[in-house]
C-alpha cells in the first residue's frame, strides 16, 4: 500500500500537430480572446501594453517566438514538427534545449485554434514596462538571448 498520493494526476498529454505556416496570428487571436473574456477590468494589467505576437522563426524545425499582453510577456514555444517540442500534459513543464542551455517551458493549451503551446514566462509584473516598444525590445533580447550559445571562459 502506498503511503503517499500525488495531489494532482496530470492528464496524459494529447499529440499535438505541428505548424506548417507561423503560429503567430494565432497566437496574438488567444492572447486577445484572453484579454476580452478573462482579463478586461483587473488590477494588475498595464494598460500601456497590447498583446502581440513577436518574431516568431523556425529553430529545429519548431517554432519560437514571444508574446507581450498587458498582465505577462513570455516566450513560447509551438510544435511544428521539429526537435524541440515533446508532447506534455497541461501544467507539467518540459525542458527545451536551446544554444543558450536548457531552459524550463510550462505546457498549456488554448482553444480549437491554439490547440497546445509551451511558454517560458518572462515578466509576470507588466508595471514597470514603459510601453510596447519596452515590451517588443524585452522579448527581442530574451529571443536573441536563447538562440545565442554561452560564452566561453578561456
Known sequence: MPLRRPARTPAPPRRAEAWAGSPAPAVARWFEHLLAERMRGLPFLNPALSVQA?????????????????WSVQLMLLPGGGSLWVDTSPGER???ALPVGRLTFIADEGDHALPAFQYLPLVNATA????????????????ATALRPPAVAV
Do not use: I, K, Q
Open 94 to 96: 518540459s525542458m527545451v
Open 54 to 70: 513577436l518574431d516568431f522563426r523556425r529553430v529545429d524545425g519548431d517554432w519560437l517566438g514571444g508574446v507581450t499582453t498587458p
Open 128 to 143: 514597470a514596462l514603459a510601453g510596447d516598444d519596452a515590451a517588443r525590445a524585452f522579448v527581442r533580447d530574451a529571443l
